[in-house]
């Protein structure tokens, strides 16, 4: 059987796919190499979707006002690309901060089971799954300005960030506690203009993301788009 070029697919997928000046491929293609990111064959295609709406909508966040922020680091790959980004875009990059427990995922809660058919299922999620060495993603950000650590558990590790206005936060922790306070904490730090990304929107594997965005967004009226790509969009525009 005949393997197939995944990225022969993806070049023929993205040509032509600029993010600001840059090309989107050679960015992503550094990115997944740099940090050694795994990706199964399944999820080839939806990786790379994601990380190009991701970057589209850091580039536009470069203009705003303050900080940028991602809750969910893993090996560094989404990280690694938009503080890829900065460089040039700006005379000093701006204050990135990069939060995780580095010990992979807490226990699911009641907010995590999948539903169907009303009946809530079996939690299969395992606690400590996307586990790294923080000391390895650490190296790979050596001698970038402005790249300031996190580690530990949403909510407390959430205190040690500086009282400030936020640009862009990307929100990448799977299940509905963390996502649900990370949206608490950023939503009303937002600048105008500012942009959140939740990456597990409309994860089966994770429906606790979702069911926290629907949760705190909804009732206080904010919009947000959900993408094909599994993402949902919130940008906090001015009244």
């Known amino acids: 059987m005949t393997m197939i070029d995944h990225e022969d697919q993806l070049r023929t997928l993205f040509a032509g ?3 600001g000046s840059r090309e989107f491929l050679p960015l ?10 795994p990706v199964g064959d399944w999820k080839i295609y939806r990786r790379a979707l994601r990380a190009f709406f991701l970057a589209q909508y850091f580039q536009r966040s470069l203009a705003v006002e303050g900080a940028f922020a991602e809750c969910g680091i893993y090996y560094g790959f989404s990280a690694y690309m938009l503080r ?13 901060h990069l939060i995780d427990s580095f010990e992979g995922l ?6 995590d089971r999948l539903v169907i058919d009303g009946t809530p299922q079996e939690n299969t ?51 509905y506690e963390p996502t649900k306070t990370a949206l608490e904490y950023f939503l009303p730090r ?29 009732p206080k009226g904010l919009p947000y788009i959900a993408l094909d790509s599994g993402q949902a969009i919130y940008i906090h525009e001015t009244s």
């Open 17 to 19: 796919c600029r993010i």
């Open 28 to 37: 992503y293609f550094k990115a997944m190499k740099t940090t050694g990111t």
């Open 84 to 96: 890829t980004l900065m460089e040039g875009a700006q005379a000093t990059p701006k204050a990135f």
């Open 106 to 111: 807490s226990p699911p809660g009641k907010g």
């Open 125 to 175: 999620i395992l606690p400590g799954h996307f586990k790294v060495d923080l000391e390895r993603v650490y190296a790979r950000f050596s001698g970038l300005e402005n790249v300031y650590w996190h580690k530990g558990w949403i909510p407390e590790v959430l205190k040690e960030l500086p009282e400030q206005s936020w640009a862009f936060v990307h929100i990448d922790v799977d299940l």
């Open 190 to 218: 937002m600048s105008p203009g500012g942009i959140i990304v939740n990456d597990d929107f409309a994860s089966p594997d994770f429906p606790g993301a979702g069911r926290a965005w629907h949760e705190i967004l909804e």
